[in-house]
């Protein structure tokens, strides 16, 4: 793997994957929607390109694909990981008819029009080898009270990632993380970023490209990594 893109790499899940994609020798284009957090680990991590982008803004994401496209060794992009995400609100206490209409269209346009635009507009870049896989967890298909749009907004992430997978034949998947101890679920429970990142990796990198389609539990990870 020469190249990955990671969109929210600027802290949490992002971030440490970046770490680690970076420590494998990969070269990685990450993005943030603040210049001075994106561009912090940039300086602290070795071949990373920080690019100042906004998923919400299919002009900013086409940008960071043909920076990527040009940062590495080919003009290819292998990885993509649609992580950037947000949750308005306090983590299982945001009923959806709660929920302000302005904070619903919010993270409607983030978590899934962003991971559409990730997507598409990394398409024309990609490698015949390439693997694109999006984080979520098992709110998306099961429900649970208190967890509003973010919940719906996964369940439309998983729908994008699959619909991509079966008109391209792209290897493609969601990574279904568990619980994982970052400020978008509430600082509390679950393993650290850090833990769960090499996860990212095997998915990227070691998987069976048949396993990647549908969805990557930890589960499978564990026990392919024994």
Not at 37 to 44: I, K, L, P, W
Not at 90 to 100: D, H, K, Y
Not at 129 to 141: C, E, L, M, W, Y
Request: hydrophobic share 40%; glycine share 10%.
């Amino acid at each position: 793997m020469d190249t990955a893109v990671i969109t929210g790499g600027s802290r949490g899940i992002g971030r440490a994957v970046v770490e680690l994609f970076s420590q494998h020798g990969v070269h990685v284009v990450t993005c943030a929607r603040s210049r001075d957090d994106v561009e912090a680990v940039a300086a602290e991590t070795v071949d990373v390109t920080a690019v100042r982008a906004d998923v919400r803004d299919e002009f900013d994401i086409e940008r960071l694909m043909e920076t990527a496209a040009r940062a590495g060794e080919t003009t290819e992009i292998d990885c993509v990981i649609a992580n950037a995400g947000v949750y308005h609100g306090t983590a299982g206490e945001t009923p959806l008819c709660e929920e302000s209409y302005s904070g619903f269209d919010d993270t409607v346009r983030t978590n899934v029009r962003g991971v559409f635009t990730t997507i598409c507009e990394a398409a024309p870049h990609l490698s015949e080898t390439a693997r694109v896989f999006v984080p979520s967890g098992q709110i998306a298909r099961d429900a649970m009270a208190g967890y509003g749009s973010y919940a719906v907004s996964k369940a439309g992430a998983e729908a994008v990632v699959r619909q991509f997978a079966v008109e391209t034949g792209t290897s493609a998947a969601v990574l279904d993380l568990g619980r994982v101890n970052t400020r978008l679920t509430g600082e509390s429970g679950g393993r650290a970023p850090s833990e769960i990142a090499p996860m990212f990796w095997w998915a990227a990198s070691e998987a069976d490209a048949e396993m990647v389609d549908g969805v990557l539990g930890v589960r499978e990870w564990k026990t392919a990594t024994r």
